[in-house]
């Protein structure tokens, strides 16, 4: 009942006013409705837009952090990992902030100065089989789209970037206000036109109704007609200019999204061909998929990849794709001196050749597609400001050659350079590796060839010698005078004391035993030896070895070792008591001998030691190391001295 009183107050209120009033009211209250409600859609949809791209820009920055931070964590490189995170936030005005972590959650490097947040590094926890995980976290610095993404599957750790939302509702709410002052503007002029000509309002009113409709529907195109230069054609003149400023805001979001979809493609391309370069160490392989992926980006079909020689006169092509064999040729037998591609390395940008620019000898010659090729551009790969070869993308079409897509080029050019330079450094390391390799082999061959020859040679021929004087000593005894009897006896013990000597001697070049029983036969053999020559009590002991079988280099090296440990001890451990332990744990054999002597410090009688006197501990090292093992020491003076050795089983025919 209430209700029904105040409508018809209403009514009655309207009803006494004048028709200016009236209409003045109407056409404020279409003005204001028609303003602020394209005012709240427009805010609503850009709002949306914005977002929508900030997303997408995240997600991109991101995905670009991710690539590049793979080879940083793999090779354990924080410093130049925290470069990356830094330029990233000062490149990028929406990037808060910016973090790597690794597979556990810990935090490698941030952008943070003053620390982490609490409980910002567990905010966005993404799985490994996602390719991204968007959260949306409400800060008092206003909402914060954080964006991880795995690093090389998850196998690396996870790229995180916070994307600030700030300057996003800046914009929105100065396009805003200037909505609101647009309808403000608009409703005065209205008011006032409606005042002063109510008589000549109701035709033009409709056709701003019909424009308004437009507008609704999102055409921005039909302008409001001017009947006359009064108010309500100045109405009809503010209202086009009105339209126009929405026409011209739309087509500058359309351009911003054109160009940020521009950009969100060019670093997808990027991302592709570092994945591409990720994923295999043979250079020609790495050349054939990175010049399909930027073929397939420009929408070519022909290229190729040229290596420079060592003094940078000859492109050595590497892969090719599209080009006809007559092409091949010609590229192979080129004078590189004589092409404008010379510019491309002297300038170190990409050249574009066409017909009125230098020489070069395949011009206008016919493509495996039977196209005629009409330019090419050559992209110099640089990697440390030294360029190492060429791109050349081929084309029967200049205009696919755009400056977006030749820019596009050098940023790639850069790529494929460090792949180039990645692909020398590992080819050269494995070549070293094998020449080294095959040297230490050499030689502790050429070692135990000689051992062996001069063990033999003292065995036999010295032996034999002695043996023979031996004998021939010994008839002499038959002889009459006494003292000539008693020095033949002497002779015939030193010369038995000879051979005995000479027979260890050989024994220690090259325990024949070894071949024939085996690693722990020989080392309790010796063992026992030991104990007897130098009065120490000596332990030997093997564990898990049972039908075993060690390589013969695996046995001689550890059989050297623990030789080399044990002499070490008679000569200056002055130990009582000395233990051997022989053992495979696993996947590993593990010696170890320890002394009960005075020991020493580390530290400090390695450092200060000549490297003349630490000789055999270097043949220690090396014989370790030559078979993928390692050796460790721990002593202390006057608590004896532990030389540990573990060298694994695997490769050395076990």
């Known amino acids: 009942m209430k209700l029904d009183k105040i409508w018809a107050w209403f009514w009655a209120f309207t009803g006494s006013a004048s028709i200016n009033v009236k209409i003045m009211g109407i056409v404020l209250i279409l003005i204001l409705i028609f303003g602020l409600g394209i005012t709240f859609q427009v805010r609503n949809s850009l709002t949306t837009t914005l977002t929508d791209e900030l997303e997408k820009q995240g997600i991109a920055i991101t995905k670009n952090v991710a690539a590049y931070s793979t080879e940083l964590i793999l090779t354990g490189n924080h410093y130049d990992l925290y470069q990356i995170i830094k330029d990233t936030v000062e490149s990028e005005e929406a990037v808060r902030y910016a973090m790597v972590l690794d597979i556990n959650g810990n935090i490698i490097t941030h952008s943070f ?34 964006i991880a993404v795995p690093i090389f599957g998850g196998r690396a750790g996870i790229a995180r970037v916070g994307m600030s939302t700030h300057s996003l509702h800046e914009m929105v709410a100065i396009l805003t206000g200037r909505w609101l002052i647009i309808t403000g503007v608009v409703s005065l002029v209205g008011l006032l036109a409606a005042y002063l000509l109510t008589s000549v309002l109701t035709r033009p009113i409709k056709h701003l109704v019909e424009v308004t409709k437009a507008i609704a529907r999102g055409d921005l195109k039909l302008k ?86 060592d003094n940078g006169e000859r492109a050595i092509t590497v892969c090719h794709t599209g080009l006809s064999p007559a092409m091949v040729r010609k590229i192979a037998s080129h004078d590189l001196s004589a092409c404008r591609c010379r510019e491309a390395i002297d300038q170190k940008l990409p050249i574009v050749v066409s017909d009125n620019e230098g020489i070069c000898p395949v011009l206008h010659d016919r493509l495996a597609n039977r196209e005629t090729m009409c330019c090419h551009v050559a992209v110099p790969l640089i990697s440390k400001s030294h360029v190492l070869g060429l791109l050349h993308i081929a084309s029967s079409e200049p205009s696919r050659l755009t400056p977006e897509n030749i820019n596009l080029l050098g940023s790639i050019g850069y790529q494929m350079g460090v792949a180039i330079e990645n692909a020398n450094l590992w080819k050269e390391l494995e070549r070293k590796e094998k020449i080294r390799g095959y040297v230490l082999e050499e030689i502790i061959s050429a070692q135990e060839a000689e051992r062996k020859r001069i063990a033999r040679e003292l065995h036999d021929q010295t032996g034999q010698s002695l043996t023979s004087l031996m004998v021939g000593l010994k008839m002499l005894e038959t002889g009459s005078q006494q003292e000539i009897q008693q020095r033949i006896t002497d002779m015939r013990q030193l010369t038995t004391q000879t051979l005995e000597e000479v027979h260890n001697l050989a024994l220690e070049l090259r325990p024949s035993s070894l071949d024939d029983l085996g690693l722990t036969a020989v080392l309790k053999q010796y063992a026992a030896e030991y104990a007897g020559k130098f009065g120490v009590n000596t332990e030997f002991q093997a564990i898990g070895f049972g039908q075993r079988l060690l390589s013969p280099e695996m046995e001689i090296a550890i059989y050297r070792i623990v ?65 993928g093992g390692r050796i460790t020491i721990e002593s202390n003076p006057g608590m004896g001295t532990t030389v540990f050795v573990e060298v694994p089983l695997s490769g050395n025919g076990s």
Do not use: C
């Open 563 to 627: 030789q080399e440990a044990l002499t070490n001890v008679a000569k200056h451990a002055e130990a009582k008591k000395v233990s051997v332990l022989l053992e495979v744990r696993d996947s590993s054999v593990v010696a170890i001998v320890e002394d009960d002597g005075k020991g020493f410090d580390i530290k400090r009688d390695l450092g200060l030691t000549s490297v003349q006197n630490q000789l055999g501990l270097y043949g220690m090292y090396e014989r370790a190391e030559l078979i």
């Open 113 to 146: 100065s003053g620390g982490i947040p609490v409980g910002l590094a567990t905010a966005n926890q993404i799985g490994a089989d996602a390719d991204f995980q968007l959260v949306r976290l409400d800060t008092n610095e206003g909402l914060i789209l954080d």
């Open 224 to 309: 409001a007609p001017v009947w006359a230069p009064d108010e309500i054609g100045r109405l009809g003149i503010a209202f086009n200019d009105m339209t126009d400023s929405l026409a011209k805001s739309r087509t500058e979001s359309e351009a911003f999204h054109d160009e940020l979809l521009r950009r969100n493609r060019e670093l997808s391309v990027l991302n592709t061909i570092s994945t591409e370069i990720s994923g295999s160490r043979e250079l020609t392989d790495i050349m054939r998929r990175s010049l399909v992926k930027v073929l397939g980006f420009i929408n070519l079909k022909a290229g190729w990849v040229s290596i420079l020689s």
